[in-house]
């Protein structure tokens, strides 16, 4: 996530790379990559990571957060903005392992990120003034649109947009593999997804129609689609994609439970 982050910051040109420091924990060659690939600056220790950065952007996986959180306590300072994109964990555990009152911001993008297209969603923790809102707001819009939400609502959205390029991405294998059974090249079936996804999409976006009025436009009675959404229903992938998402927002609260 980190990667995509940083890919679209980069892209914009309005952050430069070369002002970006990355830290992991230990795979000292993907640093390496990234510098390689994007400019960016890798830093030997995590006291450099933190020292001069004017905003510090945690995006360890949950089972990590609390080593990886804590490790930088004695480093941060006064002032410093951290913001995390860590799913599940709040800005007041993020406080409780940082021991200080530094301005503590959540954001929950996506990957699409990479290429400016993200939904990230923004709460913040007590200690963040509007100021750091704007802040984080100028630096998530490069790489996406951005909602403002409470922060009990971010479990919802990480469930939601947070894993929703997923959900896309299973749908599009399904299509892949159907359209290369039934014999179109692959290059012929990635077209014909990719460009059906984004067009379905830029409808959803640029018009005021509801998905199901949008879905009824498809559906000529006695049609195709007609026949295809009944083996859909048939096999209840409506109830299926709800349940998904319930599943994946519990999952998202269990993880904040983490210590
Ligand atoms: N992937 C996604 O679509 C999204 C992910 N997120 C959130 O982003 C976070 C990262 O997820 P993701 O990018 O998929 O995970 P990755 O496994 O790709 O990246 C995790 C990174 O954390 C580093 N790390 C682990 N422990 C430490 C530590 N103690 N100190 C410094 N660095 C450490 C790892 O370094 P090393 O490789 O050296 O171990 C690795 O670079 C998660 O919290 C997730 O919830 C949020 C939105 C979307
Ligand atoms: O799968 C995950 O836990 C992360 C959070 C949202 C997307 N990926």
């Known amino acids: ?26 795979n000292s060659g993907r640093l390496k990559e990234l ?5 960016v600056i890798p830093a030997p220790t995590i006291k450099k990571a933190v020292s001069d950065a004017e905003i510090i952007i945690l995006a360890v996986k949950p089972k990590d957060a609390s080593q990886a959180v804590k490790s930088l306590e004695p480093f941060i300072q006064k002032e410093q903005l951290i913001i995390s994109v860590m799913a599940g964990i709040s800005t007041g555990t993020i406080t409780e392992w940082t021991n200080n009152e530094n301005p503590v911001l959540r954001a929950m993008p996506n990957t699409s990120a990479s ?8 709460s913040k923790g007590i200690s963040a003034s509007d100021v750091h809102v704007q802040k984080a707001v100028e630096l998530f819009e490069t790489i996406g649109t951005v909602t403002l939400v409470p922060e009990d609502k971010l479990h919802i959205v990480t469930g939601l947009s947070g894993s929703g390029p997923a ?12 359209a290369e059974e039934l014999s179109l090249s692959h290059e012929e079936a990635k077209t014909l997804i990719s460009q059906t996804l984004l067009g379905a ?5 640029n018009t005021s129609e509801s998905p199901i009025e949008l879905r009824k436009k498809v559906t000529s009675p006695g049609g195709t689609t007609e026949a295809g959404i009944g083996k859909l229903d ?3 992938v409506h109830d299926a994609f709800i349940a998904c998402i319930k599943k994946a927002v519990r999952r998202s609260e269990e993880l904040g439970n983490i210590k």
Not at 115 to 122: K, N, Q, R, V, W
Not at 201 to 205: A, T
Request: glycine share 6%.
């Open 115 to 122: 290429i400016g297209y993200s939904a990230t969603a923004l």
């Open 35 to 39: 510098q390689t690939k994007y400019g």
């Open 1 to 26: 996530m980190a990667e995509a982050i940083m890919e679209g910051v980069i892209k914009t040109n309005k952050w430069q790379a070369n002002l970006i420091t990355i830290k992991n924990r230990s």
């Open 167 to 178: 959900y896309i991405y299973y749908i599009a294998e399904a299509m892949q593999k159907a």
């Open 234 to 236: 048939q096999y209840q």
């Open 201 to 205: 999409s830029l409808m959803l976006k």
